[in-house]
Every structure is written in structure tokens, then in C-alpha cells.
């Protein structure tokens, strides 16, 4: 049995196409979403990573169109996976495999101006994903 989610956030890094042994192409992303948490009477923004695999096609078009800060919804199965980090300690994450993605329009910013655009607008795909791998981001988007 398979555990299946959807994402929607913004990239927090340039989109980086590789290839597989086999020579499937394939992109790792950090997507970061907002959520809005009071502390005391304040409420502030958290953004919450997560780490998302596209192989194929889908992958392509992400590393064609997509720029760090595009927003993104992605659909697919989660799988956990361990490694071994830069410093030999021993590490766990789940990984969302996209089976597909669309570009989310931008919407108004609080201060009433229009974001631009994702370059190809609303776009929507569904293709197969399988094999994932490793990626890493500090840097938040907005």
C-alpha cells in the first residue's frame, strides 16, 4: 500500500536537470510552503520544506520553464528514503515522487501589485515517476 499527497508551494532553488544511469532525465526540488502561526498577538509566516522528485518529461518541462520562486502544485507517492549526510551522520526523509505537476497562477502580493506570471501560464502535466534521489536547499523563495 502506498501513501499518496499533494504539494503546493514555491521552489527554493534554480531547477537543476540530471539524468539518470539509464538516461531518464530528473529533477530534485525543495518546495516551501507558507503557513500563518500566532505567537502571542502577532501572527507570523512559516515556511514548512519538502522535498519532491519528477522524472521524465514532467522534469523537462519544470527545468525549462520553472524558476527559483514558481509556485507549483505537485501529486504523488510518498516514499522515505535514507542516506548519510556530508558528515557521516545517518539521515531519514520522505520524498514525494511526482507522478504530475501544474504551474499555479501567482496571485496579488499585500501590497495590491500583480506578480508576474510563470512564463507558460497555467500548464499542466501527467506523466509516470519512479527512481528518486537526494536534494537540499536553506534558501527561502519569498
Request: without cysteine.
Given at each position: 500500500?502506498?501513501?499518496?499527497?499533494?504539494?503546493?508551494?514555491?521552489?527554493?532553488?534554480?531547477?537543476?536537470?540530471?539524468?539518470?544511469?539509464?538516461?531518464?532525465?530528473?529533477?530534485?526540488?525543495?518546495?516551501?510552503?507558507?503557513?500563518?502561526v500566532?505567537?502571542?498577538?502577532?501572527?507570523?509566516?512559516?515556511?514548512?520544506?519538502?522535498?519532491?522528485?519528477?522524472?521524465?518529461?514532467?522534469?523537462?518541462?519544470?527545468?525549462?520553464?520553472?524558476?527559483?520562486?514558481?509556485?507549483?502544485?505537485?501529486?504523488?507517492?510518498?516514499?522515505?528514503e535514507?542516506?548519510?549526510?556530508r558528515?557521516?551522520?545517518?539521515?531519514?526523509?520522505?520524498?514525494?515522487?511526482?507522478?504530475?505537476?501544474?504551474?499555479?497562477?501567482?496571485?496579488?502580493?499585500?501590497?495590491?501589485?500583480?506578480?508576474?506570471?510563470?512564463?507558460?501560464?497555467?500548464?499542466?502535466?501527467?506523466?509516470?515517476?519512479?527512481?528518486?534521489?537526494?536534494?537540499?536547499?536553506?534558501?527561502?523563495?519569498?
Amino acid at each position: 500500500m502506498s501513501a499518496y499527497a499533494q504539494i503546493s508551494g514555491r521552489l527554493g532553488s534554480e531547477p537543476e536537470l540530471r539524468f539518470t544511469n539509464s538516461g531518464t532525465p530528473v529533477i530534485n526540488l525543495s518546495v516551501a510552503n507558507n503557513r500563518s502561526v500566532k505567537i502571542g498577538e502577532e501572527r507570523q509566516s512559516i515556511a514548512d520544506w519538502f522535498k519532491v522528485t519528477v522524472f521524465g518529461r514532467d522534469a523537462e518541462v519544470i527545468a525549462q520553464y520553472a524558476r527559483k520562486g514558481s509556485a507549483l502544485t505537485f501529486n504523488g507517492r510518498l516514499q522515505s528514503e535514507k542516506y548519510v549526510d556530508r558528515e557521516g551522520n545517518p539521515r531519514s526523509a520522505t520524498v514525494l515522487v511526482a507522478s504530475n505537476f501544474e504551474f499555479v497562477p501567482w496571485a496579488k502580493r499585500e501590497d495590491g501589485k500583480a506578480n508576474e506570471a510563470d512564463a507558460n501560464g497555467a500548464f499542466a502535466s501527467n506523466a509516470k515517476a519512479s527512481d528518486p534521489s537526494d536534494s537540499e536547499s536553506d534558501e527561502i523563495p519569498f
